[in-house]
Structures are given as C-alpha cells and as structure tokens.
C-alpha cells in the first residue's frame, strides 16, 4: 500500500494564535504558510471527549462527529482544506494513499485553555471525508517533529513489535500488567492476521532488551513503566532516563540519550 504524505505543523504565532504551515503535500505549489485556523478548538469540548459519561454503553457516534468537525475547523482554513481535498484526489487518481501527519509544535500556551497537544486530532472528521483518522486511504497521526530526520524504511507485514514493560522496586508501581494487556488486545485482530507481531521482553533488564535489539528481529520497541532525570552513573549532570529493572528488580536507569542498544 503506497502513500503520499500531506504534513501540516500547528504551533503558536508569536501572538499566542495557532498559525498553520503545509511543510509536504503530493502537489508542492500548494505548501508554505496558510494563516491561522478557522476556529479554536474549545474547553467545553476537550471535557466533553474526555468524560466517560458522553460515551456511554453504545457510544455516541453523532457527538463524536461532533466534536470531530470542530477539531477539523480548528486545524484547517479555507487553504488548508483546499490544499487537503486536492491532494487527496490526486493521490486517489494516482492509486496511491494520503497521509495526513499533524506537527504540532507547542509553546503549551493554551487557546481558552486548551492546549495544541490536547486537541483530539485523532477524532477529526468532515461531512465530506468522514472520519479521516481510522480510513486506510486518509490515516491522520501526530507527531512532534516538524520534519522527518530520516527516510521511513519500507517494510513487508508482519510488523515486530518488542513490548518492554518495566516496574522496578522502590519506585511507584506501574499497571504494567494491565497495560500491556491493553496494547495486546488493541492489536489482537492484526495480530490475528498476522499483520503485527507482538513479543513482551522478559525479564525487562538491559541485559534482555540488548539481547533482542542485537537481533535485528524488531522494527519497533513500545516502552510502558516510568522515566525519571537525575544523576546515572559518575556523571553528575541530571540526564532523563528509563527505568528499567536490574536482576535484582530494583532500578536500572537507562540513559536517554545513547541510543540503544548500550
């Protein structure tokens, strides 16, 4: 399955105002800066998506709509969405797939107290596109970096994925169990079809995941357990770290910033 990417950063102008910027798109006249949104994306809403209460036994597909459509005015303006539906044709015309990727660089200022990282862009929806976020021809994702740093690495199904899932003594416990077994059944149909490959590091020492990264085997790692700064080893620069466990099940801080393995 072939995709074409249309890429759209979301951050703070230096008014405090969301301005919105078409870094990619498949038809390149129509990136560059597009001015600020056609709405703001409200608190009420934000609370709204958030409460157990508005997505009740059967759902509510009609408020998730909703609150979709607002997200969809919030990060788009009469360009945007013109740059969009063009590219989307054109990629459909071509055979091929659009990604929509959200950039949304934040200055965590809110916008009548929402933040760019709060907006649910997961749930954004069109009477005209639907929602776009779950369609294999349009899925929207985030991410926090403005552009790629390197090339996407094709790959053919099954995805590898290492679940590392850490809770070492003396620190809060971490559901790790829970969790874990949240991710599993998220990917139980793709896993099913053999779509997804799912392996759990166990023990999740440095050790372990050392051992399987220098396999080669795994295209992703999906950490769950807590992060901590302060002083690993003889440095005394606090540094940000991964709280791993050593043999004993105590903490073994993996430092963030080599890259693994170490």
Known sequence: MSYDEFRVQITPDITGHLALQILETPIAGTAGPKGSPDATFSKTDL???RSKVTFGVGGNLGELQRIGEAVYKSVTNADVKAALNAAIALSATNQRNLRIVFSTISLETPQLGVRVSEIPLETIFSPAGGFYAYALQTPASRTLVAKPDRPTIPLAP????????????GWPPANINTEANTIKEALRELDTNRMVVIDQCIPPTRGELNRRLRSGAYHAVHFVGHGGVGQIGGDPTPRAFLCLQAEDGGLDPLDALPSIPC
């Not at 994925?161 to 070492?168: E, F, T």
């Open 158 to 169: 099954p995805l590898k994925l290492l679940l590392v899932a850490a809770s070492p003594a």
């Open 47 to 49: 609370d709204a998506i």
